[in-house]
């Protein structure tokens, strides 16, 4: 029997394959709206990465994450700028007693998403003892027939039920509160512009009462006034983009402040290019000697006419 002869070739699918290995320790779950994200670039999906794989407390500031990796202290500056405005990490600055200045970082593995707070968990209730076995019940004693016996008792009716407490609103548990809109920084850090984002924040109440800010939120809105200063937006325009059209009874003013810090943020302008002045050409003049047309300030003889002068003169 003649050995079959296979001709045709075996074709692989292009494309990667992949050998996965199921993990049991050291990793980390992250989504795909995260490593497939189309508008965030490699170094802020890998940061992304290693910010939500090492434990809580680990300092990430830019000379940290700076001294870890081959990448520059100006391109992970950009990258945690990039996580920033796609929502997977927020940085608020606090103002502590002494005048120091610390910023705030928490990473968020979904954007939107709030963190389930722990609830503590029940202590173990003990064993209840088992209970001793109940003795028979002695038969009661034959009654002579002569002898009456009283009918059974009458139960005594029961109080009556009182009114069940209303239930009022303060009881019920408040919901977690959701995590403070992040807000832009500014890509260098400038004193006289944080003062002056600052004092803006603080005299918005000037302009409207029902924007009173406390000394916390203005030091972490500041970053995000800044921001807009930064791209050359002015003072009065940042006043009126924040003010515009607010409602009746605001209940969180600082959220209300940060979301419009945030999502109208105004783009970066590229340089202005003045056009060159306009310069009218000269009048046209008639020459004195052959009446030929020719442009000049003054009337008198062409070109042609003061060469031909001139050789003539030679």
Known sequence: MASEQLNARTVFPS????????????FTVVGNHLAQHRELSLTAIGLAVHIQS????????????????????????SALRELERAGYLS??????????????????????SVPPVESPRPKPTPPTPPSPPSRP???????????????????????????????????????PAAPAA???????????????????????????????????????LAPGVESWLERGASADAVVCALTANLPDRPRNPAGL????????????????????????????QTCETCDLAFRSPAPGKCGGCVEAGTAEAA
Do not use: W
């Open 54 to 77: 090492v434990p809580g407390g680990t300092r990430i500031g830019i000379k940290d994450l700076a001294a870890r990796f081959t990448e520059g202290e100006i391109r992970i500056a």
């Open 137 to 175: 019940r002695a038969e009661p004693a034959a009654v002579a027939p002569e002898a009456e016996t009283d009918p059974d008792p009458v139960p005594e009716p029961g109080p009556e039920p009182g009114p069940e407490p209303e239930s009022r609103p303060e009881a019920v548990a408040a919901a």
């Open 257 to 284: 402040i940060a979301h419009r810090l945030s999502a109208q943020l105004p783009p970066l302008l590229g340089p202005v290019h003045h056009a060159q002045a306009y310069v009218p050409p000269d009048p046209f």
């Open 91 to 112: 940085r608020t600055q606090e103002h502590l007693p002494g005048g120091r200045i610390i910023t705030r970082t928490v990473s968020y593995n979904r954007p939107g």
């Open 182 to 220: 992040p807000v832009p920084a500014p890509s260098d850090v400038s004193p006289a512009r944080h003062r002056a984002a600052t004092e803006l924040l603080a005299r918005l109440r000037r302009v409207d009462h029902r924007l009173l800010l406390g000394e916390r939120d203005i030091g972490r």
């Open 15 to 26: 494309g990667v394959r992949h050998a996965h290995v199921k993990h049991t320790s050291h």
